[in-house]
C-alpha cells in the first residue's frame, strides 16, 4: 500500500471522527434533559441507564470533580419530583460523593422509616463536624423508632461531643433506644462515655447491655494505650456481675491487658460456682500463651475443683508445665489423672516415658488407652532411647508395652533390639517383639525373621512368627526375593514349620513359591499336605488352575475336593492365557468331580461365563438334574445369548432343550425369554417406566409399579384385592414394534391376570379370555404393532388379584 493511500485512510477517519463529536454535541441537551427526567421518575426495575451513567462517572472521578456530582445527587434528593426508590439510589452514591454539603439534606430524611437506613450510611461515610452536628440534632428531632438507629451512626463515628446528648438517652424507658445508646457510649469510649454509661439507670433487662458497653469502652481505652484504666474496668464488671457471658469478656480482656497480675482473677474464676465460667477460664488462661501467668494457675491446681484443673490439663500445651503435669498424673482424682496423661503426650519427654509406660502396662480402661496414646504422640529422638532401655532391661510387663510404643511409633531403629527380645525375653515379651517386627522389619532383616520362625519354641510364637514374616513380605516389592528366604528354610526341622512356611508361600506369588506348594503336596506328613493342598486352592492367580482336578481326582479328604472345585471355579474368571474352550474343559471336569450339588451349581454359575460350544454341551448336560436344573438353564441361556449370532441353530437347540427337559418354572422362563431372543427377539420391557392409572393401592408385599418390569422375579406388581378393573401401562423410551408379550404371575393361576385387553397407544390389539399358563409363564403372539405405550386391562384374575412378577414386551431383532 503507497503513503498516499495510508494518508487518505486517515484523513477519512479523522473526518468521520469529527462528524460524530458533532452530532455528539447537537443531541447533548436533549439527552441531558431525558437522562435527568429519567432519574427522578425512576422505579425499582426500571431500567437504570441514566443511573448507570452517573455511577460511570463516580466511579472515574477525580477528587475535584466530585462536587459537581454531589450537586446532581442532591437535586435528587430535593426534587418534590423524585420517586422515593430514586432518592434511596441518590443515597446510597453519597456514601462516596457526598461532604459536609450533604448533611443537611441526608438528615432530613432521617425520620423517614423508608430511607432512614441508607441516609444513615450515607452519613456515617462523610467525615466533618457539620455531619456529627446534625446526628445530634436528629437525637430530638427524628421519632422514638428512628432514634437507635441515630444511636447507632453516632456510636459508628466515635463522637466524643455527643457524650452529654447520648447520656440521658442510656436511662431511655425504651429498651431499644437504651440499648443502642449504651452501646454507642461504649463504642465513643473515653473517660466521659465511661462515666455516663455508669451512671446510666437500666432496668434488670438491660443491665446486661450496659456492662457489655463498659467492656467495649474499655477496649477503646486499651487501644488508646490506658491498658492500666481498662483493667480497672474489666475488674469492675467481672465483680459487679454474676451474668458468665459478661464475666467471660470481661475475664478475657483483663487476662490480655494484665497477663500474670490477672492471676488473682483466674484463680478466682477457676473456682466459680457456675461450671460454665470455670471451663472458660481454663480456656482463656491456656489461649493467653502467657507462661507466667500459666505458671502462677498451675501453682495451686491442687486447690482447684477437679473439672477446673482437668480442663487447664486438657489445654496446656507449654512444656514449662510438665512438673505440674507429671504430679497431677498421681492425683487422687481420676479425671485429673486422664487429662494429665493427655497433657503428656503434647509436653511430656523421656522421663515421663517410665510413668506413661506403668500406666499404659496397667489394668486397661481410659488411662491406660490415654498413656498409650501419649506414648506415641511425644516427640524426640530420646524418647525412642527411653523406650528401648525399657524394652531391653525392664519387668516384663513393662518391657512388652514399649516394644508395643515402638512399634506404634514406627521406630525403625528398634528393630535390632528387637530381633535380640524375641530370642531372650518372656513368652509375653517374645510375642510383641514379634508383631513389632511384622509391622517394622524389611528385606534386610527378613532372613532373620525366618530365622526366628524356624526357632520359634511354642505354637503361640510360631504363630506370631508367621505372621510377622508375612507381613514383612507383603511390603516387599520383590516377591521373588522375599519368597528366597522362605524356600531356603523350606526343608525346616519339623512339620510345624514346614507348614508355616507354606501357608506364608500361597500368599507370595512367585514361581518357585508354586513349586514348592505342587511339591509339598506329596509330603508324608497330613498336616504338610494340608498347608500345601490349601495353599494351592488359594493361588491368587490362575497359574494354578490345572493342578485343581488333580487334587479333586486324587484327594480323599471331602474338604480338599471341595476346597480344589472351588478354587478351580475361582480361578476359571482369572486371566491366565487360556482359550474358552480350554476353560470349558477344566469347568467339565469340576463337574464330574463335583461330589455335591453346591459345587456343581458353582461350575454351572462359571460355565455360563464362557462363550463356547463345548460350555454350551456341558451345561445343557446338566438340565436334567432336578437339583440343579435352574442354575443349568441359566447357564445355557447366558452361553446361547453369546453365540447366537456365530452358531444359532445350536443356541436355538439348547434353548429348545430347557423347555423339553425342564419342569422349575424359573428354569422355562429363563428359556421362554432367551427363546425370543436367540429367536430374532429381544424383550424391551427392561428399558421402560411402569405406571398403573387405576388410582388402587398397592398390595401386601408388592414392590410398585416398576416390579413388573425390572427384570427381577423376586418382585411383583399387585393392587388392592376384588376390584373390577385394573391397569398396567408400560411406556418405552420411543416407538418399538411388538410381536409379542409374556406374562409370569404371582403364581401358577394364582394372583395372576386370567382376562384382559392388551393395548398399543390406547387401541385395542387383542383379547384373552381365561388365559391358560404353563408353569406359571403365559406367551401371547401378537399381530406386529408399533407403539409407545402398551397397556393391561385386566377384568378377571386367578385368586383375589392379577398380581405380575414379570411383563416381557418383544421385539424383532
Not at 498424673?329 to 481420676?334: F, G, I, M, W
Not at 455360563?608 to 454341551?617: I, K, M, Q, R, T
Amino acid at each position: 500500500m503507497t503513503l498516499n493511500r495510508y494518508a487518505s485512510l486517515f484523513a477519512l477517519a479523522f473526518s468521520l471522527t469529527f462528524a460524530s463529536a458533532a452530532l455528539a454535541q447537537d443531541v447533548a441537551a436533549p439527552d441531558a434533559k431525558n437522562a435527568e427526567a429519567e432519574l427522578l421518575r425512576y422505579e425499582a426495575g426500571q431500567p437504570r441507564t441514566a443511573l448507570m451513567a452517573i455511577e460511570a462517572q463516580l466511579r472515574a472521578a477525580a477528587p475535584a470533580q466530585l462536587p459537581a456530582l454531589e450537586d446532581k445527587l442532591l437535586k435528587v434528593l430535593r426534587s418534590a419530583e423524585a420517586t422515593r426508590d430514586a432518592r434511596d439510589w441518590a443515597c446510597r452514591q453519597l456514601r462516596q460523593a457526598g461532604s459536609e454539603k450533604s448533611a443537611a439534606a441526608l438528615a432530613a430524611l432521617l425520620g423517614d422509616p423508608q430511607l432512614e437506613t441508607v441516609a444513615r450510611w450515607a452519613l456515617q461515610s462523610i467525615p466533618g463536624a457539620k455531619v456529627d452536628e446534625v446526628l445530634r440534632q436528629a437525637l430530638t428531632a427524628v421519632p422514638a423508632e428512628s432514634k437507635a438507629g441515630v444511636l447507632q451512626t453516632i456510636g459508628s463515628r466515635r463522637d466524643r461531643g455527643a457524650v452529654a446528648a447520648i447520656a440521658p438517652l442510656a436511662s431511655d424507658p425504651n429498651a431499644a433506644v437504651a440499648e443502642a445508646a449504651l452501646y454507642a457510649l461504649g463504642q465513643i469510649g473515653g473517660s466521659r462515655a465511661l462515666d455516663a454509661i455508669r451512671k446510666s439507670d437500666v432496668p434488670p433487662a438491660v443491665q446486661r447491655y450496659r456492662l457489655h458497653a463498659m467492656l467495649v469502652a474499655a477496649e477503646q481505652m486499651e487501644a488508646e494505650e490506658q491498658t492500666a484504666a481498662a483493667a480497672k474496668v474489666y475488674r469492675e464488671v467481672f465483680a459487679e456481675t454474676s451474668d458468665t457471658v459478661i464475666r467471660t469478656a470481661a475475664l478475657g480482656n483483663a487476662l490480655r491487658a494484665e497477663k500474670l497480675q490477672a492471676a488473682d482473677l483466674a484463680d478466682a474464676a477457676l473456682k466459680d460456682a457456675s461450671p460454665r465460667l470455670r471451663l472458660a477460664a481454663a480456656k482463656l488462661v491456656c489461649e493467653t500463651g502467657d507462661a507466667p501467668l500459666l505458671s502462677a494457675v498451675l501453682r495451686s491446681l491442687s486447690a482447684l475443683p477437679a473439672d477446673s484443673a482437668a480442663a487447664l490439663l486438657d489445654l496446656v500445651n507449654d512444656p514449662a508445665a510438665r512438673p505440674t503435669v507429671l504430679a497431677a498424673a498421681k492425683s487422687d482424682d481420676p479425671a485429673i489423672r486422664l487429662a494429665a496423661l493427655g497433657a503428656l503426650g503434647r509436653i511430656g519427654d523421656a522421663p515421663s516415658v517410665s510413668l506413661l509406660l506403668d500406666v499404659a502396662s496397667g489394668a486397661g480402661g481410659a488411662e491406660q488407652a490415654a498413656a498409650r496414646h501419649s506414648l506415641q504422640r511425644v516427640r524426640g529422638a530420646e524418647v525412642d532411647a527411653a523406650l528401648a532401655a525399657i524394652a531391653e532391661r525392664a519387668a516384663p510387663a513393662q518391657q512388652a508395652e514399649a516394644i508395643r510404643v515402638l512399634a506404634a511409633r514406627a521406630d525403625v531403629s528398634a528393630v535390632p533390639l528387637l530381633l535380640k527380645t524375641a530370642q531372650d525375653g518372656s513368652e509375653a515379651v517374645r510375642l510383641e517383639s514379634l508383631a513389632a517386627l511384622g509391622a517394622l522389619a524389611d528385606r534386610q532383616t527378613l532372613p532373620a525373621l525366618v530365622q526366628l520362625l524356624i526357632a520359634a519354641p511354642s505354637a503361640d510364637q510360631r504363630t506370631a512368627a508367621e505372621r510377622a514374616v508375612l507381613a514383612a513380605c507383603q511390603r516387599i516389592s520383590e516377591p521373588d526375593a522375599a519368597a528366597a528366604d522362605l524356600l531356603a528354610a523350606l526343608p525346616g526341622p519339623n512339620a510345624e514349620v514346614r507348614s508355616s512356611v507354606l501357608r506364608i508361600l500361597a500368599r507370595i506369588p512367585s514361581v518357585g513359591s508354586l513349586d514348592a506348594l505342587r511339591a509339598a503336596r506329596r509330603d508324608t506328613d497330613a498336616a504338610v499336605q494340608d498347608a500345601a493342598i490349601r495353599g494351592l486352592t488359594e493361588w491368587p492367580d490362575a497359574r494354578a488352575i490345572g493342578d485343581m482336578p488333580e487334587i479333586a481326582r486324587a484327594s480323599e479328604s471331602l474338604p480338599h475336593k471341595v476346597l480344589a472345585l472351588r478354587g478351580l471355579v475361582r480361578m476359571a474368571a482369572l486371566r491366565g492365557g487360556r482359550g474358552p474352550g480350554e476353560t470349558a474343559k477344566l469347568l467339565g471336569e469340576a463337574l464330574s468331580l463335583a461330589p455335591r450339588s453346591e459345587e456343581k451349581k458353582m461350575a454351572l454359575a462359571a460355565l455360563g461365563d464362557v462363550p463356547h460350544a463345548a460350555a454350551l454341551e456341558l451345561a445343557a448336560g446338566c438340565l436334567d438334574g432336578k437339583e440343579f436344573e435352574v442354575e443349568a438353564a441359566m447357564a445355557v441361556v447366558k452361553i446361547a445369548k453369546r453365540i447366537q449370532s456365530s452358531d444359532p441353530d445350536r443356541a436355538k437347540a439348547a434353548v429348545q432343550k430347557i423347555l423339553d427337559v425342564c419342569t422349575a418354572p424359573a428354569a422355562r422362563q429363563l428359556a421362554e425369554s432367551a427363546w425370543f431372543i436367540v429367536g430374532s427377539l429381544i424383550n424391551v420391557a427392561p428399558q421402560a417406566k411402569a405406571s398403573s392409572p387405576d388410582g388402587l393401592e398397592k398390595d401386601g408385599a408388592s414392590s410398585g409399579d416398576q416390579a413388573a418390569v425390572d427384570g427381577d422375579p423376586a418382585t411383583y406388581w399387585d393392587k388392592e384385592d376384588g376390584k373390577s378393573l385394573y391397569r398396567l401401562v408400560v411406556t418405552l423410551p420411543q416407538a418399538e414394534r411388538i410381536a409379542a408379550i409374556s406374562i409370569m404371575g404371582y403364581a401358577h393361576q394364582q394372583f395372576a391376570p386370567k382376562d384382559f385387553e392388551i393395548l398399543g397407544d390406547g387401541k385395542s390389539v387383542k383379547k384373552i379370555e381365561n388365559a391358560e399358563y404353563e408353569d406359571n409363564l403365559l406367551i401371547v403372539e401378537l399381530d406386529e404393532v408399533t407403539c409407545t405405550t402398551v397397556e393391561l386391562k385386566i377384568t378377571g384374575y386367578y385368586g383375589g388379584s392379577p398380581a405380575v412378577r414379570e411383563l416381557g414386551l418383544y421385539r424383532p431383532q
